[in-house]
T-cell receptor, first 117, second 112 residues
Framework: GAVVSQHPSRVICKSGTSVKIECRSLDFQATTMFWYRQFPKQSLMLMATSNEGSKATYEQGVEKDKFLINHASLTLSTLTVTSAHPEDSSFYIC?????????????FGNGTRLTVT | GQQVMQIPQYQHVQEGEDFTTYCNSSTTLSNIQWYKQRPGGHPVFLIQLVKSGEVKKQKRLTFQFGEAKKNSSLHITATQTTDVGTYFCAANSGGSNYKLTFGKGTLLTVNP
């Protein structure tokens, strides 16, 4: 159980275009989902906390107008990278926890490798 | 925000040797979680430690939480090539904060 599906797994786009990444909890409801970014051989950096039915909470230094997050249902959160630039190329991973407690482990999607040319 | 320092950054061992990675925090942690990320993959939850001085084992893996709940370790006995990957600790400070802060991770490579 506790499967998180992320799509697409890889995307290549041209500079200036927008890319949407979907994150779905397949067998549980996720009031909260988290979006991380990971550069090669580095740790996971939390970008934002996606809250169902309300605005996302962004971490310091993350541009909310560039990384649009929508959490319209209890099983789907989307991250849209707007007007992508080469420096946005990275590995983006979503995660969710089954329980609504800080003790609940995170279940990660497979990640999306974004390459902006 | 919550920060955890993880060492070493890299560790290369011969198959059969032991391996340990350490996480330290300057503040008391509510809990600490450990994840493993295989090369090209996504992080997978391994275990969570909550109690002071807690020790948990999963086959060849031993996880410890310090008495002061400020440090933790993951020890692998007799490494195998399947242990290759990056091991992350992650922690939060509790309360209404569900956010996890990840350590920088330790990349383990095993020479067969």
């Amino acid at each position: 159980g506790a499967v998180v599906s992320q799509h697409p797994s890889r995307v290549i786009c041209k500079s200036g275009t927008s890319v949407k990444i979907e994150c779905r909890s397949l067998d549980f409801q996720a009031t909260t989902m988290f979006w991380y970014r990971q550069f090669p051989k580095q740790s996971l950096m939390l970008m934002a906390t996606s809250n169902e039915g309300s605005k996302a909470t962004y971490e310091q230094g993350v541009e909310k107008d560039k990384f649009l997050i929508n959490h319209a249902s209890l099983t789907l959160s989307t991250l849209t990278v707007t007007s992508a630039h080469p420096e946005d190329s990275s590995f983006y991973i979503c995660s969710a926890s089954v329980g609504a407690s800080y003790n609940s482990p995170l279940h990660f999607g497979n990640g999306t490798r974004l390459t902006v040319t | 925000g919550q920060q955890v320092m993880q060492i070493p950054q890299y560790q290369h061992v011969q198959e059969g040797e032991d391996f340990t990675t350490y996480c330290n925090s300057s503040t008391t942690l509510s809990n600490i979680q450990w994840y493993k990320q295989r090369p090209g993959g996504h992080p997978v939850f391994l275990i969570q430690l909550v109690k002071s001085g807690e020790v948990k084992k999963q086959k060849r893996l031993t996880f410890q939480f310090g008495e002061a709940k400020k440090n933790s370790s993951l020890h692998i006995t007799a490494t195998q090539t399947t242990d290759v990957g990056t091991y992350f600790c992650a922690a939060n400070s509790g309360g209404s904060n569900y956010k996890l802060t990840f350590g920088k991770g330790t990349l383990l490579t095993v020479n067969p």
